[in-house]
């Protein structure tokens, strides 16, 4: 008996994105499927930001949630842990909840809170101002604000580029373990290779444009297989060995 593809959460067919006048990305043409892991890959300015960016657009048009991890992070600098974190439910509560809230945390809210940062290492900073933490504490907030929205998909652009590679991995967990579906930019190959059954690759053709040139499974990928998305870092390469 075949199996049925499950419908796409999103078909996203555009011939092009941009900024403007700016073009980043043209001919797109990408499926987002349920269960799926996708690793958007490419060297800087290849233009992950932008297809994410596209990619929450197209979703919240279809009224799909989705928890939104950006790259500058978002945060209140003068606010604490806890106050971030809870920013992402603000929507889910009246004015005067998020208010009260603000003056003095109900137990419950605190109590939910404190129990997401357990894992990621920071339930003992939740008092802390976000301006007080170090660049890898930040992400982990950025993280937790992400996850605290509850939503079974999740959109991150380099939510773990602050940290080392065994606690990015453990991030990536995290994420996988707390969401049905997952699309994450990075600029770690192995970390693609290794957690996610799906990558995308970014980067520019001879026309001097942003296009996918690759879209496949990681199975049987290798992180060699990938060298091509970076040729900047492979041109210093074969400099340093000549």
Same mark, same amino acid.
């Given at each position: 008996m075949t199996q049925e593809t499950p419908s796409p959460l999103l078909h996203l067919s555009q011939d092009h994105l941009g900024h403007g006048a700016e073009v980043v990305l043209r001919d797109l043409d990408i499926r987002l499927l349920p269960g799926e892991r996708i690793?958007?890959?490419?060297?800087?300015?290849? +233009?992950?930001?932008?297809?994410?960016? $596209?990619?929450?657009? /197209? !979703?919240? *048009?279809?009224?799909?949630?989705?928890?939104?991890?950006?790259?500058?992070?978002?945060?209140?600098?003068?606010?604490?842990?806890?106050?971030?974190?809870?920013?992402?439910?603000?929507?889910?509560?009246?004015?005067?909840?998020?208010?009260?809230?603000?003056?003095?945390?109900?137990?419950?809210?605190?109590?939910?809170?404190?129990?997401?940062?357990?894992p990621l290492g920071i339930a003992g900073l939740m008092e802390r101002s976000v301006e007080a933490l170090s +660049?890898?504490?930040?992400?982990?907030? $950025?993280?937790?604000? /992400? !996850?605290? *929205?509850?939503?079974?998909?999740?959109l991150g652009d380099e939510p773990v580029a602050s940290v080392d590679p065994h606690q990015a991995s453990q991030l990536i967990q995290l994420i996988h373990a707390r969401h049905v579906t997952s699309v994450v930019a990075l600029h770690q190959r192995e970390l693609a290779l290794t957690h996610f059954t799906r990558v995308i690759g970014l980067g520019k053709q001879a026309d001097g444009q942003g296009h996918v040139l690759l879209d496949v499974a990681t199975d049987g990928l290798t992180p060699g297989d990938l060298d091509f998305l970076y040729p900047a870092a492979a041109t210093r390469e074969s400099s340093d060995v000549s």
């Amino acid at each position: 008996m075949t199996q049925e593809t499950p419908s796409p959460l999103l078909h996203l067919s555009q011939d092009h994105l941009g900024h403007g006048a700016e073009v980043v990305l043209r001919d797109l043409d990408i499926r987002l499927l349920p269960g799926e892991r996708i690793a958007l890959l490419g060297a800087s300015g290849a +233009g992950k930001s932008t297809l994410l960016e $596209a990619l929450r657009a /197209a !979703l919240q *048009q279809r009224d799909v949630a989705a928890a939104w991890c950006p790259q500058r992070q978002g945060l209140v600098p003068q606010l604490s842990v806890y106050h971030n974190i809870f920013m992402g439910r603000l929507d889910q509560h009246s004015r005067l909840t998020n208010l009260l809230n603000l003056l003095r945390p109900k137990p419950a809210h605190w109590q939910a809170v404190a129990t997401l940062c357990e894992p990621l290492g920071i339930a003992g900073l939740m008092e802390r101002s976000v301006e007080a933490l170090s +660049g890898g504490q930040r992400q982990r907030v $950025a993280i937790a604000r /992400a !996850l605290y *929205q509850g939503h079974d998909l999740f959109l991150g652009d380099e939510p773990v580029a602050s940290v080392d590679p065994h606690q990015a991995s453990q991030l990536i967990q995290l994420i996988h373990a707390r969401h049905v579906t997952s699309v994450v930019a990075l600029h770690q190959r192995e970390l693609a290779l290794t957690h996610f059954t799906r990558v995308i690759g970014l980067g520019k053709q001879a026309d001097g444009q942003g296009h996918v040139l690759l879209d496949v499974a990681t199975d049987g990928l290798t992180p060699g297989d990938l060298d091509f998305l970076y040729p900047a870092a492979a041109t210093r390469e074969s400099s340093d060995v000549s």
